[in-house]
């Protein structure tokens, strides 16, 4: 009786062993974790705020690479962008020399990457520059002078607000010349408006305040007045707005270059999508590449305006 006892005993003593072994375990592990919860915690408190700068910085260092990229083609790249330099119609990595493939005449598409963003950025910043330059000037005159000056302006405004600005480029290339200067010029008329309308309202505003009065008061010129005191008061707004034009001016030069409107001259983003339609079905990707350069160079421009935007307007801070 007592052997057959034992035998009994014996599954019930091992399956209680096993469930104390478990539970050793589980609390093994609970200890595990609630010692290693704090150097979690503190590693992600150490490690959040570089998140949070990376995250917030993520736009211009894009544009800090495409700078770099292009800085560095002569020696990214053998090749010069409008010369043949292999077989044509090479694909992607089909060829170590050509490794990101040949167009239709056999002009190497790294090489026009590297160099066509040249020409996007100088079209884009050189744009931007006019556009900053008649539009500041028209806005501080409207919104300081007021009167009849401002109603003038005003009309003035209104009058290249009512016509397309892609159209008005289009017309000033087509006029004159495509060259580099002229769809710099022509983009850079047809994009002023904008800009003159935030200056004279910022002029408003900040004319208004009383250390203008007090200006005013000690014998200063409207010149000094308005490019000393008031100019620099509405820089962050058009500063923000600056970038957004950069972006606007890339994007009208690819159009232009799309419908043939282009320097043919020079390389650039917008010919290379040009010159690929013709081959849209079989070599997509001599139009897939520059597009995509276009996209992110463009959405790294509007998030820089975006942090510059949160960065200078004091409402998003409340």
Not at 42 to 52: A, D, H, V, Y
Not at 56 to 64: E, F, I, K, V, Y
Not at 131 to 153: D, N
Not at 172 to 187: E, M, N, Q
Request: hydrophobic residues 50%; proline residues 4%; glycine residues 8%.
């Amino acid at each position: 009786m007592n052997t057959y006892t034992r035998s009994l005993s014996s599954p019930a003593k091992a399956a209680s062993i096993g469930t104390a072994a478990d539970n050793a375990s589980t609390q093994s592990i609970a200890l595990a974790q609630q010692r290693y919860k704090p150097l979690k915690a503190t590693l992600f408190t150490m490690i959040r705020p570089l998140l949070r700068i990376l995250f917030q910085l993520n736009g211009l260092l894009l544009l800090l690479a495409i700078l770099a990229l292009t800085a560095c083609a002569s020696w990214l790249t053998a090749h010069d962008p409008l010369d043949m330099a292999g077989m044509p119609l090479l694909r992607p990595w089909q060829d170590a020399a050509h490794w990101l493939g040949t167009d239709s005449m056999g002009r190497d598409v790294w090489a026009g990457l590297l160099y066509g963003a040249r020409t996007s950025l100088l079209i884009g910043v050189g744009a931007a520059a006019i556009s900053l330059s008649v539009g500041m000037t028209v806005g501080l005159c409207a919104g300081y002078f007021g009167g009849w000056v401002e109603q003038g302006l005003n009309r003035l405004t209104a009058l290249f607000q009512t016509i397309p600005a892609f159209l008005l480029v289009i017309v000033l290339v087509t006029i004159y010349r495509p060259t580099l200067s002229t769809i710099i010029l022509a983009i850079g008329l047809a994009s002023w408006p904008e800009i003159a309308r935030l200056t004279r309202a910022e002029c408003r505003r900040i004319k208004a305040l009383e250390f203008i009065q007090a200006a005013r008061c000690a014998g200063f010129s409207h010149r000094h007045i308005m490019i000393r005191e008031i100019l620099p008061n509405a820089l962050p707004s058009i500063i923000v707005s600056s970038s957004i034009l950069i972006a606007h001016a890339i994007l009208m030069e690819s159009g232009l270059a799309f419908l043939g409107l282009s320097d043919p001259n020079v390389a650039s983003w917008g010919a290379m999508i040009s010159s690929g339609r013709e081959q849209l079905s079989s070599a997509w990707y001599l139009t897939a590449i520059p597009g995509v350069a276009i996209a992110f160079t463009v959405l790294a421009f509007n998030h820089l305006g975006d942090q510059l935007n949160d960065r200078f307007n004091p409402r998003q801070r409340i």
